[in-house]
Every structure is written in structure tokens, then in C-alpha cells.
């Protein structure tokens, strides 16, 4: 079965910071490019981050570079999202996604993508 499911959100005061994973079962990330999207409630979906799977090079939206730092774990055939400096702005559902572009071209679409997690809390609150 595939699937992919995230872990590690939680409450955090600003300024903390978190590490999410993005578990993959039942296929090799070897094959996909991972994107990283949140959704704040009443807001549209939003693409943070994306790895490749061909050289590991990550992209990130404006608003969290120098903050979020994306990278794969190909023994754990995982992809980890550090998360720094959190903001209370961060808060959202974040969720990961396999597309099988391995160089992230396009991936701030959700179409491109084939596999989504179920989504991890983060709330940034004091």
C-alpha cells in the first residue's frame, strides 16, 4: 500500500522550532521529488518546499527561506522538514506529497503531485 505520513508537528511558542517527517511505505522516494504545502484555516493551500530526487536540491517559497531547511533520509526513505524561527503564521497543516517530477519544475502545483500525507499540526503560540 502507498502511503506517505507525516510526523512532529505540535505547539511551540514563536521563535522555536520543529522537525516534521514525511514517511514513505510501499514505494521508493528514490523515484519522487517531495513537496512540502501547508493550509491555514480559511486560506488556500500553499506550497513551502520542495526537494529533488535528483540531486537533493531544495526550493522554497519566499516567505520561509532561511527558516525551513528540506532534506531526504534515503536510508529511512523519508524527507525531513526543519522548521526555525517559527512564527505564528506558520501555524497550519502541513502536509507532504510524492510527484514523480524528480526536479521539483512546477511544484507549487498540487496536480503534480501523485501521493499525499494526511497532514501534521503546527501551532505557534506563546
Same mark, same amino acid.
Given at each position: 500500500q502507498v502511503q506517505l505520513v507525516e510526523s512532529g508537528g505540535? &505547539?511551540?511558542q514563536p521563535g522555536g522550532s520543529l522537525r516534521l517527517s514525511c514517511a514513505? !511505505?510501499?514505494f521508493s522516494l528514490d523515484d519522487y521529488a517531495i513537496g512540502w504545502f501547508r493550509q491555514a484555516p480559511g486560506k488556500?493551500?500553499?506550497g513551502v518546499s520542495c526537494v529533488s530526487s535528483i540531486d537533493g536540491r531544495a526550493y522554497y517559497t519566499d516567505s520561509v527561506k532561511g527558516r525551513f531547511t528540506t532534506v531526504r533520509d534515503n536510508a529511512r526513505n523519508a524527507v525531513d522538514l526543519q522548521?526555525? !524561527? &517559527?512564527k505564528p503564521e506558520d501555524t497550519a497543516a502541513y502536509y507532504c506529497a510524492a510527484t514523480p517530477?524528480?526536479?521539483c519544475s512546477g511544484w507549487g502545483n !498540487?496536480?503534480?503531485y501523485d501521493f499525499w500525507g494526511q497532514g501534521t499540526q503546527v501551532t505557534v503560540s506563546s
Open positions: 505540535g &505547539l511551540v514513505a !511505505s510501499g488556500e493551500r500553499e522548521i526555525d !524561527s &517559527l517530477i524528480k526536479g !498540487s496536480y503534480v
